[in-house]
């Protein structure tokens, strides 16, 4: 896997990057704005190029938007982050403010913004609808929630011409157009990933007003390049977690692979997620552990309740990791002091759960933890007993999600993560 980095991300630097290297490429459309620098970030392949050279002296319209896509597409990269500074046209997206674009307007006009100038091979019109990839939108969003970064989960930007900026009139006008942001650079690129079957996103931060805002100064260059330069930092460690969490999910992947399956248990027509192949692959039993510590480190939680059976292994594991109590959610008459209980339906009548009168106190910090999550009955039931007790769930936490049972949905209320996923499989 490689991630192509487009835009002043400040990841050029060669302490940051393994095995670093510096390529000059060509393409059959000219050459990219800059040498490429490869290297590796977390064990990914990153390939990283600056839209407008490295020192910022090609102009919005004399970038070589289809040299710079084909070169990372060529060069092997399935997606495309992209950084870009962005004028604000909403009175709520701040200076400093990222937005995680999910839209444009293309209202530039000077340049190439195709692959296809002759339809050799038949008419090819790209779909666009939805121009921005989801899965690296939600990783982005998932990064700046992450970092505690003010970040709008979705904008459109209109990309004008350039260089330069807009009249007042512009602005009012792209406003009304329902434009959330604005700026010289995504749009073209954005169409030519596309076009490339690549996929691509864009984060952008806001540095001025536009020029509609008449209680702030109109933007200008030096403007821009301060808001960028005090912030260069909290984007770069933007980049440096979404593409760690591409990482954790090739770990995920391998975690994934240990489990077995076994048809038709504990009756007909059911695909059985057997947790216990992972769990005697010691390997993969302390990535497990390492990827929850790593989750739940700095969540300050009291307890860790661990659901009968195969919760227990994992909750007393990362309880001890994290200097969190444990209590036990167990089948009835199982615990020997008082308890409470929780019913919940079956397919075919109903259960119950237990849990110790004593075991939570008020405002307790809670992590509820089980092997997997199904139709989500147990787990539901758990919380519930938790809430009982007053302790605070802070998330709900499932090794396996099995997404067509909705499980999800029943526990809609509580926060809720689940490392491994079996859709329609």
């Known amino acids: 896997?490689?991630?192509?980095?487009?835009?002043?991300?400040?990841?050029?630097?060669?302490?940051?990057?393994?095995?670093?290297?510096?390529?000059?490429?060509?393409?059959?459309?000219?050459?990219?704005?800059?040498?490429?620098?490869?290297?590796?970030?977390?064990?990914?392949d990153v390939v990283i190029l600056s839209r407008h050279?490295?020192?910022?002296?090609?102009?919005?319209?004399?970038?070589?938007?289809?040299?710079?896509?084909?070169?990372?597409?060529?060069?092997?990269?399935?997606?495309?982050?992209?950084?870009?500074?962005?004028?604000?046209?909403?009175?709520?997206?701040?200076?400093?403010?990222?937005?995680?674009?999910d839209q444009f307007i293309d209202f530039t006009r000077h340049r190439d913004i195709t692959f296809y100038d002759k339809f050799e091979f038949g008419a090819m019109h790209t779909p666009m609808a939805k121009p921005f990839s989801e899965k690296l939108r939600e990783k982005l969003i998932e990064s700046c929630k992450d970092l505690k970064f003010p970040c709008h989960k979705g904008g459109t930007v209109i990309t004008i011409e350039g260089p330069r900026f807009s009249t007042i009139a512009e602005s009012n006008v792209f406003r009304h157009w329902g434009a959330d942001v604005i700026n010289m650079s995504i749009a073209p690129e954005c169409i030519l990933a596309k076009e490339a079957e690549v996929e691509y996103a864009a984060i952008a931060m806001s540095t001025d007003y536009d020029c509609w805002k008449d209680d702030e100064e109109p933007v200008s260059w030096e403007m821009i390049k301060k808001i960028m330069h005090d912030n260069t930092e909290r984007m770069k460690k933007i980049l440096l977690k979404t593409i760690e969490s591409f990482s954790k999910e090739q770990e995920i992947f391998s975690l994934k692979n240990k489990i077995r399956t076994i048809p038709d248990f504990p009756k007909k027509g059911i695909m059985f997620r057997d947790i216990t192949t992972l769990l005697k692959d010691k390997e993969s039993f302390k990535k497990l552990i390492d990827i929850l510590y790593g989750r739940y480190k700095d969540y300050n939680i009291d307890v860790i309740a661990g659901i009968e059976s195969r919760g227990f292994v994992i909750a007393g594991i990362l309880a001890e990791k994290l200097n969190s109590g444990l209590v036990l959610i167990r089948k009835p008459g199982k615990l020997p002091a008082e308890t409470i209980s929780e019913s919940y339906e079956l397919e075919y009548g109903t259960d119950r759960l237990e849990i110790h009168k004593d075991a939570i106190?008020?405002?307790?910090?809670?992590?509820?933890?089980?092997?997997?999550?199904?139709?989500?009955?147990?787990?539901?039931?758990?919380?519930?007993?938790?809430?009982?007790?007053?302790g605070e769930i802070v998330e709900c936490c499932f090794i396996i999600e099995l997404p067509d049972s909705k499980g999800r949905e029943k526990l809609s209320k509580y926060p809720l993560f689940s490392l491994i996923k079996f859709e329609g499989e």
Do not use: W
């Open 361 to 390: 106190t008020k405002g307790q910090k809670v992590l509820l933890i089980d092997d997997l999550i199904a139709t989500g009955g147990t787990a539901l039931a758990s919380c519930k007993l938790i809430e009982k007790l007053q």
């Open 53 to 101: 050279g490295r020192k910022h002296e090609i102009p919005p319209t004399h970038v070589n938007n289809r040299a710079n896509i084909f070169a990372l597409k060529y060069k092997g990269c399935k997606y495309i982050i992209a950084t870009t500074a962005v004028g604000s046209l909403k009175e709520e997206i701040k200076r400093g403010d990222f937005v995680i674009l």
């Open 1 to 44: 896997m490689k991630i192509g980095i487009i835009g002043g991300s400040g990841l050029e630097n060669p302490e940051l990057l393994e095995n670093y290297k510096e390529i000059d490429v060509d393409t059959p459309f000219g050459k990219p704005s800059s040498k490429l620098i490869t290297g590796k970030l977390f064990g990914i």
